[in-house]
């Protein structure tokens, strides 16, 4: 399930296009190591890995507005990685546990 982000409190424009929404999708390994290809630095790779995420070109990504809505995206991105894991075992029994996604 994506994770649907909200309207962009800062929209921007990139090449006449205008970017009012962003959603970004769950991450995969393979995500990461593209942004780390593409970039020189954490900051860079960040951007570039947002940018897979949402499906958009880097330049969005580096024209949001950092204080609002860039920080908005970090929050997003960590919320993949809260998981809470819950177990449903009775006594004498145990089950394999489930882990559960906290969302918004």
Do not use: W
């Not at 424009?13 to 991450?27: D, I, S």
């Not at 190591?33 to 947002?50: D, H, N, V």
């Amino acid at each position: 399930m994506e994770k649907d982000k909200d309207a962009l409190q800062y929209p921007v424009t990139v090449n006449g296009q205008e970017y009012k929404k962003l959603t970004m999708r769950r991450p995969k390994v393979k995500d990461d190591l593209a942004a780390q290809a593409q970039a020189k630095s954490e900051g860079e790779r960040e951007a570039f890995l947002f940018a897979i995420l949402c499906g958009v070109p880097p330049e969005v990504i580096r024209e949001v507005d950092q204080a609002a809505d860039y920080a908005r995206l970090q929050a997003d991105y960590q919320g993949f990685f809260t998981s809470t894991p819950t177990t449903s075992e009775s006594p004498g029994h145990s089950s394999p546990a489930s882990f559960t996604s906290r969302g918004r």
